[in-house]
């Protein structure tokens, strides 16, 4: 049984209350930790927190729920901006959090590498079994008849995912020394950030659709599930870390699926009576994504002659669906859940 698995219990069942303020920071972290994020601190409170840190992640990784939640609540609290002169601080501590999590990566004992012009079509086979497209809650969305409630509830998790998008591709440009492969995110980016129209940016069009359903936009992450942290953070890490083979897993795993996850939204929204331009960014979204996964994938081939990026990528492809499988089952429970309704 996996890590994520473990934590599902009724304490976190509730949804997550709309947030009144910004939550304090690094609230579930123990002394050191807070102590070496200070502009004083030693190297000595450094390594002790770096040591006390990691000590609970291989716990939280080993099956002790409440340890796996604390850490993935510090490691958001990492990953979350926050005072600049931490800011090199955070990111090694959640560099070395990143370690801790490479020796519990999937094991893969069936795995072979393949020819390149085979790895896309594993690859693909692999998105289309785990797809969250065959979720029951996609499919009660999707092909149900759920009430204005749930769709807002699905959509308040949505714009937790979605928000900031544009994030991942920036942070996955900056790990490829070649422009040319950096370049394959800076134009995805360039379309995220509304090319020259600002205001047409991905987040501030759905941010009218949240404003439609009179979701807030602001987040208070203290409060969501460990799930929904462990869910954000994969992604974080991924495009963060030095090996380039996790990041293009996860983004391919998610521009692979756009098109068809955004059109589903799209009719959703249609079958609902939302108007066009709250709707705008899923009908764009419908649409547009096939090109930056074709695009992705020349970069991924040009990596991919190698076994060990292979079975890099096949690993953070099984990680992030085991996550997303998890975090999705527990968004279906709340749903379904008599505190819900």
């Known amino acids: 049984m996996s890590a994520t698995r473990m934590i599902l219990d009724d304490t976190h069942a509730a949804v997550p209350q709309p947030p009144s303020a910004p939550p304090a920071a690094l609230a579930a972290a123990p002394d050191s930790l807070i102590q070496a994020l200070r502009p004083d601190a030693s190297y000595a409170q450094l390594a002790l927190a770096a040591d006390e840190l990691l000590a609970l992640t291989r716990r939280g ?121 950096a370049s394959v995110f800076y134009r995805n980016l360039y379309g995220e950030a509304g090319a020259e129209t600002p205001e047409r940016s991905h987040p501030a069009l759905l941010s009218h659709l949240m404003t439609h359903f009179e979701i807030p936009l602001r987040i208070d992450f203290a409060a969501l599930h460990p799930l929904e942290k462990a869910y954000l953070n994969n992604r974080i890490r991924c495009v963060r870390h030095t090996d380039v083979a996790w990041g293009l897993s996860l983004l391919y795993a998610v521009e692979s699926v756009s098109c068809v996850n955004h059109l589903r939204i799209y009719e959703l929204l249609q079958r609902m009576g939302v108007p066009e331009g709250p709707s705008e960014f899923h009908r764009l ?33 099984a990680r992030h669906f085991d996550i997303n499988r998890a975090y999705f089952d527990l968004l279906w429970r709340q749903m379904q859940g008599p505190s819900f309704h």
Request: hydrophobic share 40%.
């Open 61 to 181: 990784l080993a099956g002790d729920a409440q340890a796996y939640a604390q850490y993935q609540s510090i490691l958001l609290d990492l990953h979350l901006p926050a005072d600049p002169a931490s800011e090199p601080t955070r990111r090694w501590l959640a560099s070395q959090v990143y370690r801790v999590e490479d020796e519990f990566a999937p094991a893969l004992p069936d795995f072979q590498p393949v020819p390149v012009e085979q790895f896309r079509a594993a690859i693909d086979a692999e998105i289309e079994s785990r797809t969250r497209v065959r979720h029951p809650m996609s499919q009660y969305l999707f092909q149900g008849e759920p009430s204005e409630r749930d769709v807002r509830f699905f959509l308040e998790h949505h714009w937790i995912r979605s928000y900031n998008f544009y994030s991942l591709l920036a942070e996955l440009a900056f790990r490829f020394e070649d422009i040319r492969d």
């Open 285 to 317: 979204h419908g649409t547009q994504d096939e090109i930056d996964t074709e695009e992705m994938w020349e970069l991924i081939a040009k990596y991919a002659q190698s076994a060990t990026f292979q079975r890099t990528f096949m690993q953070s492809l």
